[in-house]
């Protein structure tokens, strides 16, 4: 079951004022002759630079996929395979409660608690429809969890 990347309307507000500002700045620096605008027009390049690297991408990457044995995470700045049997506990969370490593597209995250060898890790994402996600998940975990294991007698 593959789950798109929830993106909210102020990040098609955000995207666009980013676009919007560099354009600007550029067109001041360019139109007044160098080097008296200079500054404007490298400040312009700089917001460009910064909107195709951190915000353009979250439009291309972001898909959530539900596999078999994984839940497997691909954003623009997280991709993870997380084993069923891995996930210490996974749901939705608010937008105050959680550090995000990446440009966040909405303010609907879900966070899932895993363990990857001795340590204990998070990733927070914002996959579309997100409750729906989360009630999968969880039913997904749930079928794998098994009873602990108890060493065996010699």
């Not at 798109?4 to 990040?11: P, T």
């Not at 996930?87 to 969370?93: E, L």
């Amino acid at each position: 079951m593959v789950f798109g990347q929830q993106r909210d309307q102020w990040f098609h507000a955000e995207t666009v004022g980013f676009v919007a500002i560099a354009a600007i700045f550029i067109g001041l620096g360019l139109s007044s002759g160098w080097p008296a605008n200079l500054v404007m027009y490298i400040i312009g390049i700089g917001v460009a630079v910064v909107t195709v690297i951190v915000l353009l991408p979250n439009y291309i990457y972001g898909r959530y996929e539900l596999g078999e044995e994984a839940v497997h995470v691909r954003s623009y700045m997280n991709d993870a395979s997380i084993p069923y049997e891995n996930i210490i506990s996974a749901g939705p969370v608010r937008w105050t409660e959680t550090f995000v490593k990446t440009a966040a597209t909405s303010l609907k995250f879900v966070e899932i608690h895993y363990r990857e060898g001795r340590h204990k890790r998070r990733i927070s994402f914002t996959p579309a429809e997100r409750d729906r996600f989360v009630e999968e998940l969880n039913s997904r975990i749930a079928q794998r969890s098994v009873s602990p294991r108890l060493p065996m007698a010699i």
